[in-house]
């Protein structure tokens, strides 16, 4: 019988690394874990988010005072957004990758601040495992906020763009 703090860790596995089947076998045991969609299973860890904070927090001090007024900058950004956000809605990232507002270097981005976009329309590529995701938009309106940049990486439920519905 199998263990469940194995069977444990193998969901957080697939959870983690956006996996919808994991089949393993040996002499002894078969496992089989089905997941139908990302969406369908609302475990999330957010451990990985405060380390990856706490390093971007740790490189600019190391820098220069510059580099380190720049880190608080972006904060106070984010927090009268908070105030501006009444009535938009986010596009989420439903994977942990790397975010590209383009499909390649050297054309526009999907959307830019201010572009109407439908719903299904592509709004960035998310790279995971060097898969090329499209993330799509679940609702149509116009993009009122980027609040990613090109090449970051990111975590599965973070906001990536707001969107005032049409």
Not at 105 to 117: A, H, T
Not at 122 to 147: D, P, R, Y
């Amino acid at each position: 019988m199998i263990d469940i703090r194995k069977l444990k860790e193998l969901v957080r596995l697939m959870v983690a690394n956006d996996l919808s089947e994991i089949d393993l076998r040996d002499s002894e045991e078969q496992v089989t874990i089905h997941r139908p969609s990302p969406y369908a299973t609302p475990q999330v860890t957010h451990q990985p988010a405060p380390p990856a904070a706490a390093p971007v927090a740790a490189a600019p001090p190391s820098e220069a005072a510059a580099p380190s007024a720049s880190v608080p900058s972006p904060q106070p950004a984010t927090e009268p957004a908070a105030d501006d956000t009444a009535g938009l809605v986010p596009v989420q990232s439903p994977m942990v990758g790397t975010f590209y507002a383009a499909s390649s270097p050297d054309v526009d981005d999907f959307v830019k601040v201010g572009s109407s976009i439908a719903a299904g329309d592509v709004v960035c590529l998310v790279e995971a495992m060097k898969i090329f995701n499209e993330i799509k938009a679940e609702s149509g309106g116009t993009v009122q906020k980027i609040l990613v940049n090109n090449g970051d990486s990111v975590e599965f439920g973070q906001d990536l763009f707001l969107v005032k519905p049409s």
